[in-house]
């Protein structure tokens, strides 16, 4: 939990909470639930919804955050629970589904994007901590997030904040405003949040925004600098036949590095891109009558982020110089019919491609070269997201409460992005005016001829119809049977796609794909809390979902039973027990090859060569990689169980859970260095020329691996009223990882995340303390992770290196601190976060920039903030 949950006012009425169609008087229920509010989110000094949720102890695998800037969805974020994946977590508002982002994390994985949530308009964030597809269906295998918006506000709120880093960069202006109005039978809310930051660049922390990070194994200067190589058979250390010189190189705003020139691209990128965004609501409900309300929602957000990465490359997987005699001819690699002689090139004396060929013998050459001439690799992302919602309940009889509603929602993203070359204008520079030397600078003009502006669509939408019923029936000895039962209806579609220049390759380096699909969805539930005896409550659900769509899921069905046991009122002993299901993704389903690029390191021909410095163990700076759609994925499965105590006696609250998370059929892409680190299991995935050189990876998704979690969560809060002293209280919260297991195959062995390499932190723990005297208010939020094992660190050890490269991540702690004061209508609130100025902990065996878990840490460091609201 991020901070202290809040106590919850023990009404009569009867609510319904996640994790459970029943409506309930108590939160406290057989299903763990973490509750956040409003205020919390205040005292923990959190931006966003992705801050607050970052900060979660469960979040045991790591957020994907916008600080991938360079990744597939540099404008979108989601969370981890329980390290199952970020689309195994299912997200909701106000109990109801959302679309799911239209662009797939690493080109398959879809998600529910938590970047663009208002956080001014959040009443609090439920988390529900086990799975739950009986009552939720698919998706919720690792947990339910549900974030309730505000409703029912009879007054006016008007807020602004400021933040900014001590080092600069990802300044911040946020203002909102809150209004609502209501009659004995009505009531309106309207919100507005208008949010804008400053980019993060490498450039305002050069310490991390570079390539050459200092004690990381694997880092170094991109060797796309300007460099003309011989291709050497049966060899990854080709020869080097010319390059700039030192002075040159540097003047030019490269890296001279190893005896060639090379670049620094990490300086050009951005940790955090440019964003802004503009967020409304509208909530109302009317009483038709003393037994029917109507009620609805709409809202709208338009966000806007902007990204810059390095300039873009030239090397040879896009154009080889073949020297034949006195002739030198080039030719492309992704259109082979595009190829040109250049006679009498390699002749002695030519000055034909500046003379880069002359005497040379026959063989293949390239070039790699860094294409400053173009700027920067720019993106425009254009989110609009727009939902609406409407329903009726009330009851149908005395005792029988029914809802009825339909929600449809929308997000369309729009991306531009430029500086990139076409393949066609970058032959006809390379051949025009005789062949033109690919290390000499190219003109404005003519960089401004070879350049594209390329743009991606993509559209999700989701509609649900559902009605449901909720009661007490059947009266036994303990009490009445509770009980909620309906349908749900509900189709989804999608599409997302290219330009059709860039979906065809005619985009130097980048790959292009479409995918378009849709299916639809119908489920029937029931629920049933069982009073055995006084003290003891067992509750069964169950849950049937059939897709109609293209794939081998069919239908599902899943059941979920618990117990409530409370001999005294102070204590609560807990159990459940669920099953749960994924259906797969529409894009893993739907979607054309994508056509890519990573940078690995061939493992397994440098652990034969057994020396970390060889030739074979040099980084591969732009492997081609496939991603590919498989219509043929069946849902993957999983259970989920829990055993925990909770005991609640004057103002001191404690509980203790353990639960465990296995999920078999996992469908997964993993990256082409896991596939070439596990090379034995993913033979065939690789695909080798006839010297043994590497010519690319299929990372297609498939049902291929398990995982199984196990952990305790834990919390402790206090509330001291200390009188004229004012009060204090204090918490504590986090998650103890027992188990964390994941198999790539059924015949392959465990491969234990805790104890060995690529391992997460066994521990994540929040501990708050706040201090209120009448109008001021203090706060102090203290967030712990825990040391883990190195991402390689097996590897290392296996070597011999362990002294010269830690093969441990330290582990890390950053204090928040609040204060408020609060004088007539106004409040006022300011604090530090990361007060130390933590940075990220380093994993020196990490392959790819920064070399540091980005799910974890980031480089924002210490960060002022100022707010001022006024309510009338």
Same mark, same amino acid.
């Given at each position: 939990?991020?901070? *202290?949950?809040?106590?919850?006012?023990?009404?009569?009425?009867?609510?319904?909470?996640?994790?459970?169609?029943?409506?309930?008087?108590?939160?406290?229920?057989?299903?763990?639930?973490?509750?956040?509010?409003?205020?919390?989110?205040?005292?923990?000094?959190?931006?966003?919804?992705?801050?607050?949720?970052?900060?979660?102890?469960?979040?045991?695998?790591?957020?994907?955050?916008?600080?991938?800037?360079?990744?597939?969805?540099?404008?979108?974020?989601?969370?981890?629970?329980?390290?199952?994946?970020?689309?195994?977590?299912?997200?909701?508002?106000?109990?109801?589904?959302?679309?799911?982002?239209?662009?797939?994390?690493?080109?398959?994985?879809?998600?529910?994007?938590?970047?663009?949530?208002?956080?001014?308009?959040?009443?609090?964030?439920?988390?529900?901590?086990?799975?739950?597809?009986?009552?939720?269906?698919?998706?919720?295998?690792?947990?339910?997030?549900?974030?309730?918006?505000?409703?029912?506000?009879? !007054?006016?709120?008007?807020?602004?904040?400021?933040?900014?880093?001590?080092?600069?960069?990802?300044?911040?202006?946020?203002?909102?405003?809150?209004?609502?109005?209501?009659?004995?039978?009505?009531?309106?809310?309207?919100?507005?949040?208008?949010?804008?930051?400053?980019?993060?660049?490498?450039?305002?922390?050069?310490?991390?925004?570079?390539?050459?990070?200092?004690?990381?194994?694997?880092?170094?200067?991109?060797?796309?600098?300007?460099?003309?190589?011989?291709?050497?058979?049966?060899?990854?250390?080709?020869?080097?036949?010319?390059?700039?010189?030192?002075?040159?190189?540097?003047?030019?705003?490269?890296?001279?590095?190893?005896?060639?020139?090379?670049?620094?691209?990490?300086?050009?990128?951005?940790?955090?891109?440019?964003?802004?965004?503009?967020?409304?609501?509208?909530?109302?409900?009317?009483?038709?009558?003393?037994?029917?309300?109507?009620?609805?929602?709409?809202?709208?957000?338009?966000?806007?982020?902007?990204?810059?990465?390095?300039?873009?490359?030239?090397?040879?997987?896009?154009?080889?110089?073949?020297?034949?005699?006195?002739?030198?001819?080039?030719?492309?690699?992704?259109?082979?019919?595009?190829?040109?002689?250049?006679?009498? *090139?390699?002749?002695?004396?030519?000055?034909?491609?500046?003379?880069?060929?002359?005497?040379?013998?026959?063989?293949?050459?390239?070039?790699?070269?860094?294409?400053?001439?173009?700027?920067?690799?720019?993106?425009?992302?254009?989110?609009?997201?727009?939902?609406?919602?409407?329903?009726?309940?009330?009851?149908?009889?005395?005792?029988?409460?029914?809802?009825?509603?339909?929600?449809?929602?929308?997000?369309?993203?729009?991306?531009?992005?430029?500086?990139?070359?076409?393949?066609?204008?970058?032959?006809?520079?390379?051949?025009?005016?005789?062949?033109?030397?690919?290390?000499?600078?190219?003109?404005?003009?003519?960089?401004?001829?070879?350049?594209?502006?390329?743009?991606?669509?993509?559209?999700?939408?989701?509609?649900?119809?559902?009605?449901?019923?909720?009661?007490?029936?059947?009266?036994?000895?303990?009490?009445?049977?509770?009980?909620?039962?309906?349908?749900?209806?509900?189709?989804?579609?999608?599409?997302?796609?290219?330009?059709?220049?860039?979906?065809?390759?005619?985009?130097?380096?980048?790959?292009?794909?479409?995918?378009?699909?849709?299916?639809?969805?119908?489920?029937?539930?029931?629920?049933?809390?069982?009073?055995?005896?006084?003290?003891?409550?067992?509750?069964?659900?169950?849950?049937?979902?059939?897709?109609?769509?293209?794939?081998?899921?069919?239908?599902?069905?899943?059941?979920?039973?618990?117990?409530?046991?409370?001999?005294?009122?102070?204590?609560?002993?807990?159990?459940?027990?669920?099953?749960?299901?994924?259906?797969?993704?529409?894009?893993?389903?739907?979607?054309?090859?994508?056509?890519?690029?990573?940078?690995?390191?061939?493992?397994?021909?440098?652990?034969?060569?057994?020396?970390?410095?060889?030739?074979?163990?040099?980084?591969?700076?732009?492997?081609?990689?496939?991603?590919?759609?498989?219509?043929?994925?069946?849902?993957?499965?999983?259970?989920?169980?829990?055993?925990?105590?909770?005991?609640?006696?004057?103002?001191?609250?404690?509980?203790?859970?353990?639960?465990?998370?296995?999920?078999?059929?996992?469908?997964?892409?993993?990256?082409?260095?896991?596939?070439?680190?596990?090379?034995?299991?993913?033979?065939?995935?690789?695909?080798?020329?006839?010297?043994?050189?590497?010519?690319?990876?299929?990372?297609?998704?498939?049902?291929?691996?398990?995982?199984?979690?196990?952990?305790?969560?834990?919390?402790?809060?206090?509330?001291?009223?200390?009188?004229?002293?004012?009060?204090?209280?204090?918490?504590?919260?986090?998650?103890?990882?027992?188990?964390?297991?994941?198999?790539?195959?059924?015949?392959?062995?465990?491969?234990?995340?805790?104890?060995?390499?690529?391992?997460?932190?066994?521990?994540?723990?929040?501990?708050?303390?706040?201090?209120?005297?009448?109008?001021?208010?203090?706060?102090?939020?203290?967030?712990?992770?825990?040391?883990?094992?190195?991402?390689?660190?097996?590897?290392?050890?296996?070597?011999?290196?362990?002294?010269?490269?830690?093969?441990?991540?330290?582990?890390?702690?950053?204090?928040?601190?609040?204060?408020?004061?609060?004088?007539?209508?106004?409040?006022?609130?300011?604090?530090?976060?990361?007060?130390?100025?933590?940075?990220?902990?380093?994993? *020196?065996?990490?392959?790819?920039?920064?070399?540091?878990?980005?799910?974890?840490?980031?480089?924002?460091?210490?960060?002022?903030?100022?707010?001022? !609201?006024?309510?009338?």
């Amino acid at each position: 939990m991020a901070v *202290a949950e809040e106590e919850v006012s023990q009404d009569v009425e009867r609510i319904e909470v996640t994790g459970s169609r029943i409506k309930r008087t108590d939160m406290e229920t057989a299903s763990p639930l973490v509750v956040i509010s409003s205020e919390s989110i205040e005292k923990g000094g959190f931006n966003s919804v992705q801050d607050v949720l970052d900060n979660l102890s469960q979040n045991s695998g790591g957020s994907m955050s916008q600080q991938e800037v360079h990744g597939f969805t540099p404008a979108a974020s989601s969370v981890n629970l329980r390290g199952v994946g970020a689309g195994r977590v299912l997200t909701l508002i106000n109990g109801k589904r959302v679309p799911k982002y239209p662009f797939a994390a690493g080109g398959t994985d879809n998600f529910v994007d938590t970047a663009n949530m208002p956080l001014g308009a959040i009443e609090r964030i439920e988390i529900l901590t086990t799975g739950a597809s009986a009552i939720y269906g698919s998706d919720a295998m690792g947990g339910v997030i549900n974030i309730i918006l505000k409703k029912d506000v009879d !007054e006016t709120t008007v807020k602004y904040r400021f933040s900014d880093t001590e080092d600069g960069g990802m300044q911040r202006n946020n203002i909102s405003f809150l209004t609502g109005t209501s009659n004995d039978t009505s009531n309106v809310t309207f919100f507005v949040e208008y949010d804008d930051r400053e980019a993060l660049k490498g450039t305002d922390r050069p310490e991390w925004g570079t390539d050459l990070i200092p004690g990381a194994a694997y880092a170094g200067y991109s060797t796309y600098g300007a460099t003309l190589y011989k291709d050497i058979p049966a060899t990854t250390n080709d020869e080097v036949l010319k390059t700039l010189s030192e002075q040159e190189c540097t003047d030019r705003g490269m890296k001279y590095h190893s005896d060639r020139c090379g670049f620094d691209r990490s300086a050009m990128r951005d940790f955090m891109p440019e964003q802004q965004r503009l967020s409304t609501m509208i909530n109302f409900t009317r009483e038709l009558n003393a037994d029917h309300q109507l009620y609805g929602r709409m809202d709208y957000t338009h966000s806007e982020v902007y990204t810059e990465i390095e300039p873009a490359t030239f090397g040879n997987n896009d154009f080889l110089f073949n020297v034949v005699g006195d002739d030198v001819i080039v030719k492309s690699q992704a259109f082979p019919d595009m190829q040109q002689t250049i006679t009498g *090139a390699a002749a002695a004396g030519s000055t034909a491609f500046g003379g880069d060929f002359a005497g040379f013998d026959d063989g293949q050459y390239y070039y790699t070269r860094r294409l400053l001439e173009m700027g920067p690799r720019r993106t425009d992302f254009e989110t609009n997201n727009f939902s609406f919602l409407t329903g009726l309940e009330g009851y149908l009889t005395e005792d029988i409460e029914y809802d009825l509603s339909w929600s449809f929602a929308r997000q369309k993203v729009n991306t531009v992005s430029e500086g990139s070359p076409t393949v066609q204008g970058m032959f006809d520079y390379i051949v025009s005016d005789g062949g033109q030397s690919i290390l000499n600078e190219i003109s404005a003009e003519d960089a401004a001829a070879i350049g594209y502006q390329g743009n991606k669509r993509g559209e999700s939408t989701l509609s649900v119809i559902s009605f449901g019923i909720s009661g007490e029936a059947w009266e036994l000895p303990a009490g009445p049977i509770a009980y909620a039962a309906g349908v749900e209806y509900g189709r989804e579609w999608f599409f997302s796609a290219d330009d059709s220049f860039t979906s065809v390759g005619g985009v130097l380096g980048k790959g292009g794909s479409s995918a378009e699909g849709a299916r639809k969805q119908y489920a029937g539930y029931a629920e049933f809390a069982i009073p055995v005896i006084d003290e003891l409550v067992v509750t069964a659900a169950g849950r049937y979902d059939y897709y109609d769509d293209l794939s081998d899921v069919g239908g599902r069905f899943t059941p979920q039973v618990s117990f409530e046991y409370r001999p005294m009122d102070e204590l609560l002993l807990r159990g459940l027990f669920a099953e749960t299901f994924r259906a797969p993704d529409m894009q893993r389903l739907f979607g054309d090859p994508t056509r890519a690029y990573a940078g690995v390191v061939d493992t397994p021909r440098c652990e034969a060569s057994g020396d970390p410095d060889s030739p074979e163990c040099q980084k591969i700076d732009s492997l081609p990689i496939t991603i590919g759609a498989n219509p043929n994925l069946k849902e993957e499965t999983g259970t989920n169980w829990n055993l925990g105590v909770v005991w609640d006696y004057e103002g001191l609250n404690m509980s203790v859970d353990y639960w465990n998370v296995e999920i078999d059929d996992l469908v997964s892409d993993p990256t082409a260095q896991y596939i070439l680190d596990h090379a034995d299991v993913y033979a065939d995935k690789i695909e080798r020329d006839a010297n043994g050189q590497l010519v690319q990876v299929n990372t297609q998704a498939i049902n291929m691996s398990s995982q199984e979690t196990s952990g305790i969560d834990f919390s402790v809060s206090y509330l001291l009223e200390a009188g004229n002293l004012g009060d204090l209280k204090f918490s504590l919260d986090g998650t103890f990882l027992t188990k964390w297991e994941e198999q790539l195959t059924a015949e392959s062995d465990p491969i234990n995340k805790l104890g060995g390499e690529d391992s997460a932190p066994k521990l994540r723990a929040n501990f708050n303390t706040g201090w209120t005297y009448d109008d001021i208010g203090v706060n102090l939020l203290v967030k712990y992770i825990d040391s883990y094992h190195a991402e390689n660190k097996d590897s290392f050890l296996e070597w011999g290196i362990q002294d010269e490269y830690d093969v441990e991540v330290d582990s890390h702690v950053e204090v928040n601190l609040m204060g408020s004061y609060n004088y007539d209508a106004w409040r006022f609130t300011g604090g530090i976060n990361n007060l130390f100025d933590a940075e990220p902990e380093i994993d *020196a065996t990490q392959k790819s920039w920064p070399h540091y878990n980005r799910g974890y840490y980031n480089v924002i460091g210490r960060e002022f903030y100022l707010s001022a !609201e006024v309510t009338f």
